[in-house]
């Protein structure tokens, strides 16, 4: 089942690749909807699941201390991974604002640290499938609504280069989750409860960092407001009833 979800993450970048075929009013109404459910399905997994997870499996040791920590390092190593990804919210359109090189230059920029970043995401989604398939489920769905953008943007900077050199780059990024998956497989029977216990943490704070850094400065950024809410409460929502089905 994890190795599944890290495959089909990759299928969301190419739904941002969809996207910018669309016409300029659709693509952002689907981005910013895609924003917004993300938002309120990661926040609720969060605090209904994989923080008390997280508890639950580092009851050992001084518990409150490791989580922030790992919290704290999940943050910074995305924070370092996003340094290198420009500035990507809806309202920028790089092709009308560079020059073709300067375009390109940001879409192989982007392409590389946003495999980094879903090569450490699809490690975190198959730790978590593993545990719990329902959890591993919903979190999948969090992380893939949040990759839409960037492959909308992957797309629109690279739409100039030649033909094998953009699919590379979408292959790329589409397959790193799955690797992400392919490695935490080959390693999974060898971790201990502890260990599950501090990637489940980091895990949080991968998307504390997504939710905060990412999805809100986007939404805030947003004038519509009521798709914003009606994409948060059909997140939670989500989460929600994923959780009382699978209890």
């Known amino acids: 089942m994890g190795l599944l979800l890290t495959f089909f993450l990759g299928l969301f970048i190419l739904v941002g690749v969809a996207v910018v075929r669309i016409g300029e009013e659709r693509h952002h109404t689907i981005e910013n909807f895609s924003i917004a459910l993300a938002c309120g399905t990661m926040t609720a997994l969060v605090f209904a699941d994989l923080l008390p997870e997280a508890i639950e499996h580092l009851e050992e040791g001084p518990t409150a201390i490791i989580i922030v920590v ?40 982007t392409t590389v640290a946003v495999t980094l970043h879903n090569l450490i995401e699809g490690m975190a989604v198959f730790s978590v499938a593993s545990e719990s398939p329902e959890t591993g489920m919903l979190m999948a769905l969090g992380v893939g609504l949040h990759n839409i953008p960037m492959g909308i943007i992957i797309a629109s900077t690279l739409e100039h280069e030649r033909p094998a050199k953009r699919y590379g780059f979408l292959a790329a990024a589409a397959l790193s989750t799955f690797v992400g998956g392919v490695v935490m497989s080959l390693t999974w029977g060898a971790i201990s409860d502890f260990a599950i216990g501090i ?49």
């Open 70 to 109: 790992c919290i704290a390092i999940g943050i910074g190593v995305l924070k370092i991974l996003d340094h290198f990804i420009p500035d990507h919210d809806g309202e920028l359109t790089l092709s009308h604002e560079c020059s073709e090189s300067n375009v390109a230059h940001i879409g192989i920029i």
């Open 199 to 247: 990637l489940i943490s980091l895990t949080l704070g991968m998307i504390v960092y997504i939710v905060a850094f990412e999805l809100v400065p986007h939404m805030l950024h947003t004038r519509n407001w009521k798709l914003s809410a009606v994409g948060i409460v059909l997140g939670v929502a989500i989460v929600l009833a994923g959780l009382f089905i699978g209890e």
